[in-house]
């Protein structure tokens, strides 16, 4: 093998990432592969934008078909995106024996079954490392460094987006709006950017980490997925005061017989290390039984990062087809048959620690009235704080408990918010915190 030719399909900010890379480090990555990797065609629908990249004549084109067929191209890298075409010009190349590098979270999350199902029956790899996490190795991490551990545990950031969103806010006081125009600005928002919002795009990933840890397929519609919007500087704030930051977190957790999946905003205490993750970084702290705690932190998103882990799928790739082998690492870590159904497990049925923040107006036994709600159903409080003066009349409280069942949680907020002496909704936000309790 002379070289090995590599065909793209998307030239937007990733696919650029991936061309400069393999303009500018074509040598050192020949050094390390043993032949040149070449990029022979690169499918677009604006062909003319100068993109800062020295594609020889005829390399471009706007036919996405013709490189999928084309018997010359033996990597395909999608760097389209989305759910639209993406997933049959995968297929397509599948089909054609060509192993595939994709970054596409979204696809793999919903149609992952029947992607890996063609890479399997085709007999070729299929690698994403940078659907998740950008740069950070996180899915050779799963799949390879940790596979001699039962994972206990994730906890992840894993949306830039709504990391940069909180940073702002907590340490520059900009408004929500503000913050999300300047990420948007800044090229790390999705397209439609409620997807990282309302932590879609972060369930995706969650999707797909679950999936490799347990060997279980997941269904994205069983993860519980609650965004940002909620939060309000005020509760980043008491947040702060109490020594806890709020994260958008994906949690995922092997309960034995099932195991949780959830995003949700979470306080974590200043002493995790994911609570110093700030801006558009993202990181990742696994739990195994035998490692124990690791974490691993970089960029989320953005053109290099990105660009960086589909180099590094591809020259695995690249590597495989050197040796004649394919298929050696399992696409979702575990043999595929021994691939399992693990129920997730409901938000209702998750125990953890919570803060409450209410409104309640300034009278006698008020407290007394709220706390016996709890009492009723099975919370204890940890501690009560009457925080600042007066707002329209009323005051705010923050509670936190101990370790309670989320439906008892629930139960109990509905009630409360029924109280007369209770002006506005009471806001509930989740507490990671195990050396805390009890
Ligand atoms: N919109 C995503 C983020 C991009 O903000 O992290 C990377 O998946």
């Known amino acids: 093998m002379k070289a090995i030719n590599i065909g793209m399909l998307g030239a ?24 040149e990797l070449n990029l ?13 990249v020295p594609f020889e004549d ?23 995106g989305g759910d639209t075409i993406a997933k049959e010009l995968i297929l397509q190349a599948l089909e054609n024996g060509k192993p595939v590098v994709t970054a596409n979270k979204a696809l793999l999350a919903v149609h992952g079954t029947t992607i890996f199902k063609a890479a399997a029956r085709n007999g070729v790899d299929l690698a994403f490392e940078a659907s998740v996490g ?3 190795p996180i899915i050779k991490t799963l799949r390879e460094s940790l596979v001699g551990n039962r994972i206990k545990s994730m906890a992840g950031i894993l949306n830039g987006t709504c990391n940069y969103i909180f940073t702002k806010i907590t340490e520059q006081g900009i408004a929500f709006k503000d913050a999300l125009s300047d990420a948007k600005e800044k090229g790390y928002a999705e397209a439609d950017p409620t997807l990282d919002i309302e932590g879609i795009d972060t369930a995706h990933k969650l999707a797909i980490l679950t999936s490799l840890a347990y060997g279980t397929e997941v269904n994205l519609n069983d993860i519980y997925i609650e965004g940002i919007s909620s939060i309000t500087p005020l509760d980043i704030e008491y947040a702060a005061q109490f020594g806890y930051k709020i994260k958008l977190l994906a949690i995922s957790k092997d309960l034995g ?17 994911l609570s110093n993750v700030s801006g558009t970084l993202n990181a990742i702290t696994v739990s195994g039984d035998a490692v124990g705690d690791i974490m691993l932190y970089g960029h989320g998103a953005g053109m290099m990062p990105t ?15 050197i040796c004649g082998s394919a298929g050696r690492i399992p696409l979702l870590s575990y043999q595929e048959d021994e691939i399992r159904n693990i129920p997730v497990l409901s938000i209702d049925e ?21 706390s016996g709600v709890l009492g009723d159903h099975l919370i204890s409080i940890k501690s009560v704080h009457q925080k600042g003066r007066k707002i329209d009349g009323s005051v705010p409280i923050v509670m936190m408990t101990h370790t309670a069942k989320e439906s008892n949680v629930k139960k109990a907020v509905s009630e409360i918010d029924q109280l007369d002496v209770v002006s506005d909704k009471t806001v509930l936000i989740r507490i990671e915190d195990e050396n805390e309790e009890e």
């Open 307 to 321: 660009a960086s882990a589909v180099i590094g799928d591809t020259v695995d790739i690249a590597r495989n087809l």
């Open 257 to 273: 017989h099932s195991v949780e999946a959830r995003v949700h905003p979470t306080m974590i205490p200043f002493k995790n290390p």
């Open 134 to 136: 950008g740069c950070m």
């Open 40 to 52: 022979r065609r690169v499918a677009d629908i604006d062909i003319e934008r100068d993109r800062g």
């Open 350 to 370: 998750i125990e953890t620690q919570y803060y409450f923040r209410l409104f309640v107006l300034d009278r006698p036994k008020v407290l007394s009235m709220i």
């Open 12 to 35: 937007g900010t990733v696919g650029t990432g991936v061309a400069k890379i393999l303009f500018e480090n074509k040598e050192i990555i020949r050094q390390r592969v043993g032949v």
């Open 58 to 80: 005829g390399v471009l084109t706007t036919d996405a078909q013709s490189v999928v067929a084309d018997p010359e191209i033996d990597i395909v890298l999608e760097m389209i």
